[in-house]
Every structure is written in structure tokens, then in C-alpha cells.
């Protein structure tokens, strides 16, 4: 399995405060990402990075940053956490464009 | 946009059975395809990909998916389908104008009667 490791992996919070996920990978893979699952929407990508310091939005970016100041980390932050965001939340790694992606076993985050 | 719809929510199928999921995409060049299986509790597990040649392209724990450019289809099918299979599918096509991005089904879900 590829090294990814998601912390924390469960953690229940109140709306308004704000939260930070952890991607650790030690793969030494180019791109990183984050997803949110939600029944019957599939995966759908917060945010990528395709190196350090660079970073994009995905499909739904709105109310997350991210943070990507070393290769082996990626950094999800919700800056005011809203009941909308509980979620699980899943990291993926791969090592291109084209190239498959290696998946976390993810934070279930539950916001109150 | 690229797009992906899986259109079997649940399925359900008996030990020994054979199976096939459902994946069509929406893309304008040869797409990159994926297939991935999601235990309960885990993250996502890849099973296959297909990037170009042999439209029949092998997997793991059995699986295969063939790929059809005509019906903008490509299938995940076993033969003989195991108690453990049970779990939920995802079918996947590159997306991003650098192809550095995914785009995922709804997924389905597989139960197994024994």
C-alpha cells in the first residue's frame, strides 16, 4: 500500500471553529489532493498540488485552503467549520498527470 | 467537462454469480479510466486502469473491464463473484486540461447473497 497516512482520523468539532487535516505521504509523490465523500455524490475534489507551493481548486473549494510547504505534506483547513462540511474526508496521492492515485484511509469529520 | 455515471445505485448478486457494473463517461479525446473498490471503513483501492491498447484490460482479485469507444462504456466484470467482493465501485476518468485531475461516478454498491 502506498504511505499515506490521514490524522486525525475522527474528530467531531462545533461550527465556527476552525480545522485542520493532515496528508503525510512518504512516497515522494508530485501531486497530493483532498476529497470530500458524501452519499450519493461520489468523491468530488476540494483541492490539489502539483508541488510544493502549488495548489489549486477542485469542484468544491469554496469554504477550504490548503497548504503545501513540503513535498510529504498537504495541509485541508477549514477556516469556520459549518454543519455542512461533515463529511469524510479522503487524500490522495499520485506521481503525475495521467497516473493513477493511491488513496488514504481518511478523517470523518463531524461538525455539530 | 468530463463526466462519469454509474447508473446502478445497488446491486446485489449471489456468491458464485457473475457480474458486471455499469460505467459510461463523457469525454472528448481517448480517455485515461479507472476503477477503483472502496471496503466499508477504508479508502479507495485501485483495481484497474486504461490508458490505450488491449480495450480488455485485467485487474486485481479478478476482476477485468473492457473498454468501448462506440458506447462511451467501460465495464467492470467477474466472473465468479466472492463474498468479499462486497463493497462499493468507483469508475473514474482523467480530467483537468493537464489530465492531472479525476473525475468519479456516483459509485455502486455491491452486496453478496451467500
Known amino acids: 500500500d502506498a504511505g499515506i497516512t490521514q490524522s486525525p482520523r475522527h474528530k467531531v468539532t462545533e461550527t465556527g471553529t476552525p480545522v485542520t487535516l493532515r496528508c503525510h505521504q512518504t512516497e515522494n509523490h508530485r501531486y497530493m489532493y483532498w476529497y470530500r465523500q458524501d452519499p450519493g455524490h461520489g468523491l468530488r475534489l476540494i483541492h490539489y498540488s502539483y508541488g510544493v507551493k502549488d495548489t489549486d481548486k477542485g469542484e468544491v473549494s469554496d469554504g477550504y485552503s490548503v497548504s503545501r510547504s513540503k513535498t510529504e505534506d498537504f495541509l485541508l483547513t477549514l477556516e469556520s467549520a459549518t454543519s455542512s462540511q461533515t463529511s469524510v474526508y479522503f487524500c490522495a496521492i499520485s506521481e503525475g498527470a495521467n497516473q493513477p492515485q493511491h488513496f488514504g484511509d481518511g478523517t470523518r469529520l463531524s461538525i455539530l | 467537462a468530463q463526466s462519469v455515471t454509474q447508473p446502478d445505485i445497488h446491486i446485489t448478486v449471489s456468491e458464485g454469480a457473475s457480474l458486471e457494473l455499469r460505467c459510461n463517461y463523457s469525454?472528448?479525446?481517448?480517455?485515461?479510466l479507472f476503477w477503483y473498490v472502496q471496503s466499508p471503513g477504508q479508502g479507495l483501492q485501485l483495481l484497474l486502469k486504461?490508458?490505450?491498447?488491449?480495450?480488455l484490460v485485467q485487474g486485481i482479485k479478478g476482476f477485468e473491464a473492457e473498454f468501448k469507444r462506440s458506447q462511451s462504456s467501460f465495464n467492470l466484470r467477474k466472473p465468479s463473484v466472492h463474498w468479499s467482493d462486497a463493497a462499493e465501485y468507483f469508475c473514474a476518468v482523467e480530467s483537468g486540461s493537464s489530465g492531472d485531475k479525476l473525475t468519479f461516478g456516483t459509485g455502486t454498491r455491491l452486496a453478496v447473497r451467500p
Open positions: 486504461y490508458f490505450s491498447g488491449d480495450t
Open positions: 469525454y472528448g479525446a481517448t480517455p485515461y
